[in-house]
């Protein structure tokens, strides 16, 4: 069964040489400090949006469709930038936008009917232990994995202008399982997330 949340980032034929040492040079100054500071202050208001969310849906069974379009608005536009700056996948810059654009990366998360109330509780006082631990102990080798793989996509990138695929889809594949627990705990879904980054 298809986890209900779908992360793309479309491959690229070529990357640039150049870019992906003004990324590493000077990225923190022309990417990290613009879009960090808007992601902060949306960061903060989506813990606010959350903790309402779940009060909503503890009482009424169902999120708000504004406020899931803004969470959901905070996860892409944060992918978006990961994707171009800390990943290397993509060369284009990313929008600051929450909305769903032309760039490159794709984020959709289904908009459930209903939620369940006692498994918003279950999250709330249990999340931690049932999810944060198994899925936390093996994203955290996955992300050091990433990080090297990531470093490595860099020389090859500086030298042949290409992503290995292999690479590429290693890296995507942490985004969409940090993605999908992300969405488990962050309410917007009841799904348990799998232990994996596939996506059919």
Not at 102 to 112: G, H
Not at 174 to 184: I, P
Request: glycine content about 8%.
């Amino acid at each position: 069964m298809e986890y209900p949340v779908t992360l793309t980032v479309d491959y690229p034929d070529r990357l640039s040489r150049g870019l992906v040492i003004l990324k590493v040079l000077f990225g923190w100054l022309y990417v990290g400090i613009p879009h960090g500071i808007l992601l902060y202050f949306y960061g903060i208001a989506v813990s606010i949006v959350t903790f309402i969310a779940f009060w909503v849906v503890l009482f009424t069974a169902k999120y708000p469709k504004g406020m899931f379009d803004f969470v959901v608005g905070y996860n892409r536009w944060y992918n978006n930038v990961y994707a171009y700056y800390t990943y290397l996948l993509r060369d284009e810059y990313p929008p600051f936008a929450s909305e769903q654009t032309t760039y490159p990366v794709t984020l959709t998360v289904d908009f459930p009917d209903r939620l369940s109330r006692g498994l918003v509780i279950l999250k709330f006082l249990f999340g931690w232990l049932y999810v944060g631990i198994p899925h936390g102990i093996l994203l955290c080798f996955y992300g050091i994995a990433v990080s090297i793989v990531t470093f490595i996509a860099f020389w090859v990138v500086l030298f042949t202008a290409k992503y290995p695929r292999g690479m590429f889809d290693f890296v995507v594949g942490f985004m969409r399982w940090s993605l999908n627990v992300t969405a488990y705990l962050g309410l917007l879904r009841d799904e348990y997330p799998p232990f994996s980054g596939e996506q059919k």
